[in-house]
């Protein structure tokens, strides 16, 4: 079995290529996609924050791995709902912010690896939020270097961005691309988990999760449309001389 570096690669030159993602859903039967994924997130904040089950990053080892990956071969791998609690903002007032146990968060990370090899080839060189090596200083300086003779910009912003994502619009984008019944069911699954506060389930039937690994490369996948329908069909309508 490839290991996860050649996984990813291949399934990089196919988001560069535009080619559909078939059978990828195999992909995560992969015990070294795992390790990689367990890798990037055994060490943030939270990995020994309990969701609804005390399932932390304690106790993680080969054998859970193999068993998460049974689960997932037969279709059997469920998402838990996440805990979720209010945390203050600088600006005043709260925000929600869903606590997920490590296992789903694991196997988010699995996605969000493949995912993110696929798409991020496929973004707008404008675009920076939520993706490697980009930011805010990323953006600014390609304003300076793009918009030299420019006296004002427009700064915006989405509000509840995260919380409104309709999940049958982002499913319909995620379905162009990606030919694999298996792997869009799971993502659905991510999506329609629903979370737990002051110990109510509530289900989820709009928007990613705040605090999700997945949440934003699938925003980032959802706002694509928005850039390409501005940069391809507005500027040029609109850009004479």
């Known amino acids: 079995m490839q290991n996860a570096e050649q996984i990813l690669q291949a399934v990089q030159k196919m988001g560069i290529k535009r080619i559909p993602l078939t059978r990828v859903y195999r992909s995560l039967f992969s015990e070294d996609l795992f390790l990689a994924a367990y890798d990037k997130i055994a060490h943030n904040r939270g990995a020994l924050t309990a969701g609804t089950e005390s399932d932390t990053v304690d106790g993680m080892n080969l054998e859970r791995i193999r068993r998460i990956i049974e689960q997932l071969r037969y279709e059997r791998f469920k998402f838990h709902p996440a805990r979720r609690i209010q945390i203050p903002k600088k600006s005043g007032g709260t925000r929600p912010l869903g606590i997920q146990n490590f296992t789903d968060k694991l196997v988010q990370e699995v996605l969000r690896l493949v995912l993110e090899a696929y798409y991020e080839p496929r973004f707008r060189d404008s675009s920076h939020g939520f993706r490697p090596e980009r930011g805010c200083h990323t953006a600014l300086a390609n ?91 507005l500027i040029s309508h609109y850009t004479h001389g």
């Open 143 to 233: 304003l300076q270097h793009k918009f030299k003779g420019a006296a004002w910009f427009i700064e915006g912003d989405i509000r509840g961005c995260f919380d409104h994502i309709d999940h049958d619009v982002l499913m319909g984008i995620l379905a162009r691309d990606i030919q694999d019944g298996r792997l869009l069911n799971l993502l659905r699954m991510s999506l329609d988990a629903g979370y737990m506060e002051n110990w109510q389930y509530n289900r989820t039937y709009s928007g990613t999760p705040q605090g999700s690994i997945l949440s934003p490369l699938l925003a980032n996948i959802y706002l694509n449309e928005l850039d390409v329908y501005i940069e391809d069909v």
